[in-house]
């Protein structure tokens, strides 16, 4: 087995915009590999040493990672590594057969798509591949033009799987956040603040709405830092009454109280050597807050009941979905609390902040629910994706888990065709009253120049309503540089403040 990296500049290569007519699956296919892209990895199994020299040149020269091997027992042992985005394998190998790799490269990894090799005798072969859930068959001999341009094809299909993936291994190693994905430069530097506050006994809040994923956030401080091997104990503070609250965190002797049959630690103590969560404790009433912070001055905790205090050593992570600073000038959060609590702030974004993370959660959501691997779903509908990226999500990322997960039970094929949102009242696509809401007329009967413009024109739009006037992620998913948006933007009389705008007009009506 070996491997040969690309003998250019990776930034140099760019595949070509594949104008094929397949399945309608995101994302679509008039948006090629652009050099923001990963470099996809592609493992060829054949046991035929020429076969594999001509494809590994061939693709090397294309700008790929190559891999080779012969048999299908070391391409299953590659694909542990979690590294490959394409597999292209022959029918015919030594032990286990191509068809029988195919399978358990589906049933295995569903992300990573299968291109096979068959003779022109093997056309049942090839269509017994397909319905096993491979991408594409290419018969042999076939050209150098024919097999690029199905690999082209293929990997367009499978862009966002490519991204996820190398996303998380561009962060193994240096932080786990949780299951959390975003191409967004405001998550990124989120990851970069946990990065930095987990090997630090700094008291951290995190500020966010419902269903941002904060507790991800306290998580990932955790187990990132020197306390990883302590306890995490977590509280939510509007979940427990207030009569209970002091008792849950603080802890009781026997006979403290009626019904105290038994001594029992508190939260705080459970959590000496580790990590204590407060989720919303924007519900913390104030004479507990006034108690909780006599503990974090002295690191010591008393017992309801109990003469004696216990040392204890902990790191405090809170959790609120109104900012402190707001608390404190509701009078809702004692000065002298906040001023304790509020050291290193982290705010997370809500989802309609970052839409053009949507696909990244997607995919992630298929490739990991149980549902959706029993049921083999690996795609969603282009028109589908843009149903999700078009509603406001009050609920956050975790609204979105529910939608997909009710999704994934009535989906009856491994394509997600439709969604059905929550509330039609917030979907934010084909809303009228904003200039970034109208549709384009294109007139057949206009000169070829006039209706290229006017098909650009309307692209460009879709793009800009898809991501909120974000010129980088717009840029990004064009294919093309900031620079050409703007550009294009002039030309076509187009304002960013009109797709800015859009949502807050759609809220308000």
């Not at 915009?17 to 995101?26: E, G, L, V, Y």
């Not at 990132?224 to 002091?246: D, S």
Request: hydrophobic share 40%; aromatic share 6%; proline share 5%.
């Amino acid at each position: 087995m070996r491997i040969r990296k690309p003998k250019t500049n990776p930034e140099q290569h760019t595949a070509v915009k594949s104008q094929s007519n397949r399945a309608n699956a995101w994302p679509p296919n008039s948006v090629g590999l652009t050099t923001a892209s990963p470099i996809p990895h592609v493992l060829i199994v054949d046991d035929d040493e020429g076969i594999c020299h001509f494809l590994e040149q061939l693709l090397v020269e294309s700008g790929y990672v190559v891999w080779t091997c012969r048999q299908a027992s070391e391409a299953l042992e590659e694909l542990e590594k979690e590294h490959i985005d394409l597999v292209v394998t022959d029918v015919r190998l030594p032990g286990m057969s191509g068809v029988e790799l195919t399978k358990r490269i589906v049933e295995t990894w569903a992300d990573v798509a299968v291109i096979v090799m068959t003779g022109f005798s093997e056309i049942e072969i090839a269509v017994e591949v397909l319905k096993l859930g491979a991408s594409d068959f290419i018969r042999k001999p076939f050209t150098p033009a024919g097999i690029l341009e199905a690999v082209k094809i293929v990997l367009e299909q499978s862009r966002v799987f490519l991204d996820i993936r190398h996303l998380r291994n561009n962060l193994k190693g240096r932080c786990e956040f949780g299951g959390m994905l975003s191409r967004t430069a405001e998550m990124h530097s989120v990851f970069e603040t946990i990065r930095m506050v987990a090997e630090t006994d700094t008291t951290v809040v995190v500020e966010g709405e419902t269903g941002t994923g904060k507790d991800l956030v306290a998580r990932a401080i955790h187990h990132q830092g020197a306390r990883k091997e302590g306890p995490f104990v977590q509280i939510n503070c509007a979940g427990v009454p207030e009569t209970l609250l002091e008792s849950e965190l603080f802890g009781y002797e026997r006979g403290a109280f009626t019904g105290a049959d038994r001594a029992r630690p508190g939260k705080i103590e459970l959590a000496h050597g580790g990590t204590l969560f407060l989720d919303e404790i924007e519900s913390m009433p104030l004479t507990m807050q006034a108690k909780l912070l006599l503990v974090l001055q002295t690191q010591k905790v008393q017992r309801l009941g109990s003469n004696r205090s216990a040392q204890i050593d902990m790191r405090v992570v809170a959790a609120t979905n109104i900012p402190l600073k707001e608390l404190r000038a509701k009078g809702a959060m004692r000065t002298d609390f906040y001023y304790r609590l509020n050291v290193v702030s982290i705010p997370l974004l809500p989802l309609r902040k970052r839409i053009e993370d949507i696909p990244l959660l997607v995919h992630d959501f298929l490739r990991h629910h149980p549902l959706a691997i029993r049921k083999n779903i690996t795609q969603i509908a282009t028109e589908a994706m843009h149903r999700l990226m078009g509603y406001n999500w009050p609920g956050n990322v975790r609204e979105l888990q529910n939608v997909l997960e009710k999704t994934l039970v009535l989906c009856r094929s491994r394509l997600i065709e439709n969604v059905e949102l929550p509330d039609a009242s917030l979907v934010l696509e084909g809303r009228q009253n904003t200039r970034a809401t109208i549709e384009v007329p294109i007139a057949e009967e206009a000169p070829l120049d006039e209706w290229v413009k006017n098909q650009e024109r309307a692209y460009l739009i879709r793009r800009l309503q898809t991501f909120r006037g974000k010129i980088g992620p717009t840029a990004k998913s064009c294919g093309v540089d900031v620079r050409t948006i703007n550009r294009k933007m002039r030309l076509y009389g187009l304002d960013k403040r009109d797709f800015t705008g859009a949502l807050k007009a759609d809220i308000r009506s």
